[in-house]
């Protein structure tokens, strides 16, 4: 039969008697009452003729039974045992023969009944082992206390059923499930130990009922408890404890929202589902709790395999950076052994190209930092940044493979400080070999091209010379000067001064040697000598040194070009003249306040004319004038002239226009196309004051020219 379905309830019936009492006694016997065996009265006995005696194998039962054995067999209604009686009485039978009848009826009753009631025990007991058939089955802990509450209310055929669960923490309990509820605030209640029904099962460990809630005052009523009880209507209320060996984990309820008397079998019944839903419970908490475990497991094991496959893999990158170093292995290598660990590609980059605020952050830190979807680990030794590891297409680093790319960026440090101790003495050679070239104009420039070809340098190509200095030098290794103590001695400033000059010689000497150039010490700054390519320009060179200078020593470091030298060996002399150059220009940086910049002659203007060597008239004429003059070979037009006579003019359209005997519109238009090839800016003070030297160099030189010609 269904097991979520409710037992239907017998036919109300008077209470019947226990099973032990005695039967009625028979009806008195009285005159009018024939005794058994008698004749009828009026009746004579024939003569001779007696009552034929009982036989011996007649039935045992009375014949006024069996009318009742036929309505129990028929499982008739309780209101068919009266009909034989009353037919008795009708047909006018005797008084022994009505009491026969009462005695048989009231024995069937009692059958009935006690066969009623072993039939409703059955169906109960059939749906008790089928619920605690589907609670076993059931494995979530939600759908367990569902099935709980709901299969309550079915078994016993209440209106509400419900469940609360104990909380260690809070020491109440607390509303879990309800089924058949309709009140939010009953849904929600809590009840403390001993306060209301439900909190004196949970004290008790027994089962207590009410016919009438808020009549009984066997437990104590609190105002939330009653409010929760009243807003669901609730009236008689059966509660019994869910027990774990001696322990209470809740109680489950039914309820009806009227007054009803709940018997004994039914508070035994729900007792005994109690019992099962607690078994229920606990084996889906001990599921729960295994799920959860082997939940935890299955990630400690992926942990672990997590962390095993990067400790091999930072084994390995240990294993490969150590053979590299034993090897002789060079900085690439290093940043390619990483590349392949990380599965991304690495780079070193110079200071001067490294992201400056990731690198000075990774300096500081001493750890990798990640700039954008880039990470920037620094390479540096003493204070003097080297450089940087920069690891591309790996955005997201754990901590041990952002370990791998700091000890990577280790290791190239001691590579390159192994490669810079070793070089050491041929920065020493480079640097003895510029002083020569600097100081002995009279030097065999076949023994000079031979010496620089033993350390890589060409100085049959064009080269530059650079001059630079320290600005605003700092006290030594950066450490600020407390205002509090006393103000440094001499011998520090000395010292400190002397530790970024050596600190200036490294990096010149370092980034020479990448270039195939030359470096050394020479008046308190540094001197470079590298080499010009055919796209390069010693102005963008100066800018480009001064940059990385100051990147590497985290100073301002001020940096002068000089014009090119064609052949460096077969002209000592002119390597001295540029240099020269490279100072003033490196002096007029500083006097401007552009300290910490790098600029050659041509920055400078007409200015460079006086700071170069080269007086190079035509070259100042040509960057300032040159577009214009261009455009007049190409077109045929007088720009050049009209700008002459505009400046000549003080800057007027009007008396310009006399002067070229032209209208004041084609002076407008001439004047608009100069603004399209010199800039907008060109009668700015500064640009018109060059300008007007250009064209007045302009003039000279072509009246020169001219009278050579002549």
């Known amino acids: 039969m269904p097991t979520d379905q ?365 700039d954008g979807a880039e990470w920037v680990a620094a390479v540096g030794a003493g204070g003097e940044v080297l450089g940087a590891l920069v690891l591309r297409g790996h955005p997201a680093l754990d901590p041990v493979d952002q370990r791998t790319l700091e000890r990577a960026a280790m290791v190239t440090s001691l590579l390159l400080l192994a490669r810079r101790t070793a070089g050491e003495a041929e920065q020493r050679v480079r640097g003895e070999l510029l002083d020569d070239l600097l100081n002995a104009a009279d030097r065999d420039p076949r023994l000079l091209g031979e010496r620089a070809a033993r350390v890589g340098a060409d100085l049959d190509a064009p080269h530059i010379v650079l001059a630079a200095r320290i600005d605003g030098s700092a006290p030594a290794h950066g450490a600020p000067i407390s205002d509090d103590g006393p103000a440094p001695g001499p011998d520090a400033h000395a010292h400190a001064h002397g530790t970024d000059r050596r600190r200036l010689w490294s990096a010149a000497s370092h980034l020479a040697a990448t270039r195939h150039g030359l470096a050394a010490v020479r008046d308190g700054g540094a001197v470079l000598l590298l080499p010009l390519g055919p796209d390069d320009d010693p102005a963008h060179t100066a800018r480009e040194v001064a940059a990385r200078l100051g990147a590497a020593l985290h100073l301002p470091v001020t940096v002068g070009a000089s014009a090119p030298v064609a052949a460096p060996a077969a002209r000592p002399a002119a390597v001295a003249d540029a240099y020269a150059e490279a100072r003033r220009c490196r002096e007029a940086l500083r006097v401007l306040g552009r300290a910490g910049q790098g600029a050659a002659a041509a920055d400078f203007g007409f200015l460079g004319l006086l700071l170069a060597d080269t007086r190079d008239v035509d070259g100042f004429v040509h960057r300032t004038l040159g577009v214009v003059t261009d455009y007049d070979a190409r077109r045929g037009t007088e720009l050049l002239r009209t700008l002459g006579a505009y400046f000549a003019c003080g800057m007027s359209p009007a008396r310009t226009k006399d002067a070229l005997h032209v209208h004041v519109n084609t002076v407008a238009q001439r004047l608009e196309r100069v603004s399209r090839l010199l800039g907008p800016d060109w009668q700015s003070p500064a640009r018109a004051l060059e300008i007007q030297l250009a064209l007045r160099l302009h003039q000279l030189s072509s009246a020169v020219a001219g009278d050579t010609g002549a």
């Open 6 to 370: 409710p037992t239907p309830e017998p036919d109300p019936q008077p209470d019947p008697e226990p099973v032990d009492a005695p039967l009625p006694a028979p009806a008195p016997y009285d005159r009018g009452a024939v005794p058994a065996g008698a004749p009828a009265p009026g009746r004579k006995e024939a003569p001779g003729r007696k009552e034929a005696p009982a036989r011996e194998d007649a039935p045992a039962h009375d014949p006024a039974e069996t009318p009742f054995l036929a309505l129990l067999a028929a499982g008739a209604a309780a209101e068919e045992y009266e009909r034989p009686v009353l037919r008795a009485r009708a047909e006018g039978a005797s008084a022994g023969r009505l009491a026969a009848l009462e005695r048989a009826k009231l024995l069937a009753l009692r059958v009935r009944t006690e066969l009623e009631g072993r039939r409703r025990r059955e169906a109960e007991l059939s749906a008790l082992y089928a619920t605690a058939h589907d609670l076993a089955g059931l494995r979530d802990l939600d759908a367990v206390l569902r099935a709980i509450v709901r299969r309550a209310r079915s078994l016993l055929g209440t209106e509400v059923a419900y469940l609360t669960l104990h909380d260690p923490a809070a020491g109440d309990t607390y509303m879990r499930v309800t089924d058949g509820s309709v009140s939010a605030r009953f849904q929600q209640l809590r009840l403390g130990m001993g306060e209301g029904l439900g909190g004196l099962v949970a004290q008790t460990a027994r089962p207590y009922v009410t016919d009438s809630y808020f009549h009984d005052e066997r437990f104590r009523h609190t105002r939330t408890i009653d409010s929760g009880v009243h807003d669901e209507g609730l009236v008689a209320i059966l509660g019994v404890p869910l027990m774990l060996g001696s322990g209470v984990i809740g109680v489950l309820f039914a309820a009806d929202r009227r007054e009803r008397v709940f018997e004994r079998g039914q508070i035994a019944l729900l007792a005994a589902h109690a019992a099962h839903a607690a078994v229920a419970i606990d084996t889906a908490n001990l599921l729960a709790e295994t799920r959860k475990t082997l939940t935890e497991l299955e990630e400690a094991n992926e942990i672990i395999g997590d962390r095993s496959s990067v400790i091999e893999r930072a084994s390995d990158i240990h294993d490969r950076l150590t053979e590299l170093v034993l090897r002789g292995g060079g900085v690439q290598d290093v940043a390619d052994a990483v590349a392949e660990v990380l599965h991304g590609e690495v780079e070193f980059t110079d200071p001067g190209r490294a992201p400056t605020a990731a690198l000075d952050r990774s300096r500081a830190d001493g750890h990798a930092v990640r």
